[in-house]
């Protein structure tokens, strides 16, 4: 996962957008992550399995639909 900094974050946003609909981003701010920016794919693909529409398998870690 790459981290931009806040300050990056906020004046090259679309390199951001960019970054984060290949992988997930963290933003730091003083030195420390604060947020994640994840495509809205990933996202939700993430809040199916969190409730249990999608079932992940666990022989190969992948999504079973």
């Given at each position: 996962?790459q981290?931009?900094?806040?300050?990056?974050?906020k004046?090259?946003?679309?390199?951001?957008?960019?970054?984060?609909?290949a992988e997930?981003?963290?933003?730091?701010?003083?030195?420390?992550?604060?947020?994640?920016?994840?495509?809205?794919?990933?996202?939700?693909?993430?809040?199916?399995?969190?409730?249990?529409?999608?079932?992940?398998?666990?022989?190969?870690?992948?999504?079973e639909?």
């Amino acid at each position: 996962m790459q981290t931009l900094g806040a300050k990056d974050a906020k004046y090259s946003f679309g390199r951001l957008i960019d970054l984060a609909r290949a992988e997930p981003v963290a933003v730091a701010k003083h030195g420390r992550p604060v947020v994640v920016v994840m495509a809205i794919e990933e996202y939700e693909r993430l809040k199916g399995i969190e409730l249990g529409h999608l079932d992940v398998d666990p022989s190969t870690g992948g999504i079973e639909e």
